[in-house]
């Protein structure tokens, strides 16, 4: 299987789905409206909505399904990262090659454009179909737990506190699950979901998606770290020179590389009960750790 | 009726709801926990949360039923003044009579404090229950919408533009009709559909919202310029001097007392359908008015 053509198509898909949920850029506030679209269309991977896709698919269930929960998923991304962006954040000035969103915008605009992009994924899961064991109201609870305060956003602060500061391995990882693995397994859960999969598929995935997302944070951190920000896309070595908590700074690179190939093994294990479909699923978790090594 | 009393009962119960749905300070990570409990217990008068819950008695509905709704548009409302105070919005260092959240947490950690109450307001209203009438989603929906680029964040942002700028009439209706009336709006709409209520009480509460909503924001440009910080427990004289848009600025102080008392009639008149049942909805009106003149 070609996972590169496969997320190629997935994402084109998602990004026209993202395209009439959006309000156009005309619509009044204009600005608010462009910059929506600007911080959405900033040409992101789209990793965790085909992720959510190929969850679905994994299932039995079909695309159309599970596509509100995907673009649900991918506003709630968009968001944290111009949240992040900000100068009261990570202060970063260029995010996938391009100006970040209160580069363009300013600040104030920039928080009101995440503000909008997080209500938005609201909107759009609101329109999700319900299955026959999960109604709409589950859904939308997930999203809420996922991206809250014990987790994206808990893991968003903890984060933001560790700067600096002597980091155990817990509060490492206390940090990782809650900004990087919860959205992961979020759409992967919500992706099993919609195609009406039994509670114990939605625990695999879940399973796998956490891993996933542990490892995919670690290897982020190595690439902050060996990469130049031209082939980033964004600035590398801010890691570093801002004390962020990553794994390269608590455990060096070497044992690094190790856990991310140990907890990608965990999550690739997690998938067994769900057999052959989840083909596609395997390549991206050995397509996510070869972008390194 | 003694209006202010039947307020101050709500109150109560509102924040003894609000104390039971925020996770205590003590949960990690605790200081965004403390900081969304500062936020939101800091003495706000529970205006949208009394009438969501006075427009579900109005439909014969009883409170509890209502709590859910009227809890998170407390926390869509704290979020909204959190993220409005902070330096690259409003720039207020006051509010309620107490430094703002992110004098006292820091700027990263009030954006993200903001974040998370926004992402509460959908948890919390994922717990309310279905009506006949309506389902779990059509109030998510509806906070959505109305909190969403549209309405709230839409009038925030356009709101933000108009600064120094010379502004129409029409540009300062859309202003106040996103960033306050349609929260107060969708409250009594939401505390109608908690009671069940027909669509044509639905609206006719949704209308009086809209009125007495424009009625209040002009009411709060007024005390702006007319009193004190100290009795207005936030920086007074802000407006004019950020060169905000507001009526008095627009219109002039005369022709905006008019038009509160005009907007403010237009919203009881939108009662009538709701008989004696309303009687302390139209209290409530009568009382917002009077608290300036």
Same mark, same amino acid.
């Given at each position: 299987m070609n996972v590169k053509s496969r997320l190629a198509t997935l994402h084109k898909k998602v990004d026209s789905a993202l395209d009439r949920w959006l309000?156009?850029?005309?619509t009044k506030p204009k600005t608010l409206h462009s910059a929506m679209r600007y911080s959405v269309f900033?040409?992101?991977k789209r990793l965790r909505p085909a992720m959510c896709l190929a969850a679905a698919e994994a299932c039995g269930g079909r695309l159309s399904a599970a596509m509100p929960s995907a673009c649900a998923i991918e506003c709630i991304h968009t968001y944290s990262l111009v949240h992040d962006d900000l100068p009261c954040m990570d202060d970063d000035d260029l995010r996938r090659g391009r100006p970040t969103t209160h580069k363009v915008f300013g600040e104030g605009v920039a928080v009101l454009t995440g503000d909008a992009l997080l209500t938005m994924a609201f909107e759009i899961l609101s329109r999700t179909e319900p299955t026959?064991?999960?109604e709409v109201k589950d859904f939308l609870k997930e999203l809420a737990i996922s991206a809250g305060s014990l987790q994206l956003i808990g893991g968003q602060?903890? @984060?933001l506190e560790a700067e600096n500061q002597k980091v155990t391995p817990s509060a490492l990882e206390f940090i990782h699950l809650?900004?990087?693995a919860a959205m992961i397994s979020l759409s992967l859960r919500?992706?099993?979901m919609s195609a009406n999969a039994r509670p114990a598929d939605c625990r695999a995935l879940a399973k796998f998606g956490t891993h996933l997302g542990l490892a995919f944070q670690i290897i982020d951190d190595i690439l902050?770290?060996?990469q130049t920000s031209e082939r980033l896309g964004k600035s590398a070595g801010k890691d570093v020179a801002a004390g962020k908590a990553t794994y390269p700074a608590v455990f060096g690179l070497e044992k690094s590389r190790s856990e991310a190939v140990r907890y990608t093994k965990i999550a690739l294990q997690a998938l067994k009960p769900l057999g052959g479909k989840a083909d596609f699923l395997r390549g991206i978790? @050995?397509?996510l750790l070869e972008r390194e090594f």
């Open positions: 309000p156009s850029a005309g900033a040409g992101g026959e064991r999960y602060v903890a @984060d809650g900004k990087t919500l992706g099993a902050d770290i060996m978790g @050995d397509y």
